[in-house]
């Protein structure tokens, strides 16, 4: 049985999700991201390679983030500021 052009890409951030259950392991998308640090999507999805610090990665040709990594980011910035 064949896959749809994204059987692929739903089945690996399927297992991705699946990870773990706490909030540490949780993938967020481009848009979930973008809330949480406080940017638009548009933005992020064209720098967030350049940011240090914000690790993300990609699955096909959507950008993930683990939350783990935002929350980390997010904490970095915050002790930057102060």
């Known amino acids: 049985m064949s896959q749809g052009p994204h059987g692929g890409i739903a089945a690996v951030l399927a297992r991705i999700t699946g990870m773990g259950s706490g909030g540490s392991n949780r993938v967020l ?9 406080g940017v ?3 933005t992020l999805y064209h720098h ?4 240090t610090g914000l690790r993300g ?26």
């Open 29 to 37: 998308s481009l848009a979930e991201t973008a809330e949480r640090i």
């Open 40 to 42: 638009s999507p548009r």
């Open 48 to 51: 967030w390679k350049e940011w």
């Open 57 to 82: 990665f990609k699955v096909g040709n959507l950008v993930r983030f683990r939350e783990r990594n935002v929350e980390a980011y997010i904490d970095t910035l915050e002790r930057s500021a102060r």
